[in-house]
């Protein structure tokens, strides 16, 4: 199964996650922006190869942007520490992981100050003066270019390099998931070619994972670029279990037929063991 | 700030997490577990320095181990892979990464073989067969031991490595929730002596973080062993922003103390420049 998996990653482009923030690290936040993110990427036929969360700390960023370009993926996201506190990290590690200079980026300098004329109308209060916070979230590393940011302050941040194009974006999740809609989803697009994922659940009754193991084994074989997966909901012994079947391929027209095709094979099998199956989940 | 935070961190054991799961790599389920398992280690006053997720690949599950193991945290908590279906990978990509066989486990097997008679004296059938599938659960790396699972079928695992203990624990919440409580918080407690963690939030109003900036900076100079971080809800135009102060001690008297004062000393300064604080949340 593992040389059929690659087959089908091999086709298409990786990318890995990366989240700064001890708030993920102590429990305080659920991660729901890598779950937003691989959602969006794996849609766009790309394959999310590894997510990894560390603290607010230039070396923990600067060894994690090292470590995940050696892997070379084509894409690397980051999420958070962009704002204007101290603690806001991420581009003072990138740029260490780069051994780059910071400096400040004219064109983002811009992007901030018009966000802060918006702020001084709208509040109608004088001229917000660009203090060194401010200036920071315009800070970036050498060669970056930075991306719009229409609901906050810190503009995202692009970086070409060799073999990966790294996307550095803000934490707070309305801002991620807006520079991500406006500008990153064209540039995936545009590199991740017509690759598409496709998925269905089924849900069955009256059987133990444990049978249905060599079931989706057998099921796998005969449909190689195919991957299901069973999630047990509660206790085994509930006997109440999600068999997810996806799809990640270039060509769409024949991808929902197969699915189709194979949650026929698993169904058909699963009735003979004595398992019942139905489409819509339990509750 | 970094050396006084390395202060701190010098004290507490460290922990990393992997979670091992195709589901969350494509964004189909949250990582909930991360969250629960970080919250339950910090509140014990251990410090989660990374969480990773990975692939159901055996190559995947054995290089993140052997990366992790590389770190020297006191502890690593893996959860998934450990079913009886063939994509549970987590015990081979362990034993791969320890360079350790892999083979039937007489204590576990007893656990699981209890499981399944429970199973037929419950739904009144003749003895359920350990086919493969079922025996692969109680198939564990060379001198592994199994932690007992109260909700479900496969056992938990501790591996004593050198400078490591090693907990594999399943992906369903509900079973990897109740392994930890049974029995590896117990474990944890043991070796992170009486730290614990201390936190708290206020909430400020008509301020922008980028003033709150230098406020938080030099409260956190003055009291270097609390840490302190700004988390703005919605955009930054809103100024509504959550402080959440921390702090991560040994003796417990005067931590309660020291964020009270710290809290002060905030709400002090951020009145100054016009803002306004409260204790609970704005709705």
Same mark, same amino acid.
């Given at each position: 199964?593992?040389?059929?998996? =690659?087959? @089908?990653?091999?086709?298409?482009?990786?990318?890995?996650?990366?989240?700064?923030?001890?708030?993920?690290?102590?429990?305080? %936040?659920?991660?729901?922006?890598?779950?937003?993110?691989?959602? =969006?990427?794996?849609?766009?036929?790309? %394959?999310?190869?590894?997510?990894? @969360?560390?603290?607010?700390?230039?070396?923990? $960023?600067?060894?994690? @942007?090292?470590?995940?370009?050696?892997?070379?993926?084509?894409?690397?996201?980051?999420? *958070? *520490?962009?704002?204007?506190?101290?603690?806001?990290? %991420?581009?003072?590690?990138?740029?260490?992981?780069?051994?780059?200079?910071?400096?400040?980026?004219?064109?983002?300098?811009?992007?901030?100050?018009?966000?802060?004329?918006?702020?001084? #109308?709208?509040?109608?209060?004088?001229?917000?003066?660009?203090?060194?916070?401010?200036?920071?979230?315009? %800070?970036?590393? /050498?060669?970056?270019?930075?991306?719009?940011?229409?609901? *906050?302050?810190?503009?995202?941040?692009?970086?070409?390099?060799?073999?990966?194009?790294?996307?550095?974006?803000?934490?707070?999740? +309305?801002?991620?998931?807006?520079?991500?809609? /406006?500008?990153?989803?064209?540039?995936?697009? =545009?590199?991740?070619? &017509?690759?598409?994922?496709?998925?269905?659940?089924?849900?069955?009754?009256?059987?133990?994972?444990?049978?249905?193991?060599?079931? !989706?084994? &057998?099921?796998?074989?005969?449909?190689?670029?195919?991957? !299901?997966?069973?999630?047990?909901?509660?206790?085994?012994? #509930?006997?109440?279990?999600?068999?997810?079947?996806?799809?990640?391929?270039?060509?769409? /027209?024949?991808? /929902?037929?197969?699915?189709?095709?194979?949650?026929? =094979?698993?169904?058909?099998? $699963?009735?003979?063991?004595?398992?019942?199956?139905?489409?819509?989940?339990? +509750?």
């Amino acid at each position: 199964m593992i040389i059929l998996r =690659q087959n @089908v990653r091999a086709m298409t482009r990786e990318m890995e996650i990366i989240c700064v923030g001890n708030e993920l690290l102590i429990g305080k %936040t659920l991660n729901t922006n890598a779950q937003w993110l691989s959602k =969006q990427a794996t849609a766009l036929g790309i %394959t999310v190869k590894r997510i990894t @969360v560390v603290a607010d700390d230039v070396n923990e $960023i600067a060894n994690i @942007v090292r470590e995940t370009l050696r892997r070379k993926p084509r894409f690397i996201i980051t999420t *958070g *520490g962009l704002g204007p506190t101290f603690d806001d990290k %991420t581009l003072e590690g990138v740029a260490k992981s780069l051994k780059r200079k910071l400096a400040i980026n004219e064109k983002a300098l811009k992007m901030v100050s018009e966000k802060y004329e918006a702020y001084a #109308r709208k509040n109608r209060i004088k001229a917000v003066e660009l203090t060194p916070p401010r200036i920071k979230m315009a %800070t970036l590393p /050498e060669k970056a270019e930075p991306i719009p940011n229409p609901v *906050g302050t810190a503009p995202g941040v692009q970086l070409d390099l060799e073999e990966t194009m790294l996307i550095v974006l803000p934490g707070v999740p +309305s801002e991620m998931e807006s520079i991500f809609d /406006e500008t990153v989803e064209g540039m995936l697009k =545009q590199e991740s070619g &017509k690759g598409a994922f496709y998925e269905k659940s089924i849900y069955a009754e009256g059987v133990m994972e444990s049978s249905l193991a060599p079931i !989706i084994y &057998k099921v796998m074989q005969n449909n190689p670029d195919v991957y !299901i997966k069973s999630h047990p909901k509660g206790r085994e012994s #509930r006997s109440y279990i999600e068999i997810h079947v996806s799809i990640t391929a270039r060509e769409s /027209e024949k991808s /929902e037929d197969k699915l189709q095709k194979v949650i026929m =094979q698993l169904s058909s099998a $699963i009735g003979k063991i004595g398992g019942k199956v139905v489409v819509d989940e339990l +509750s």
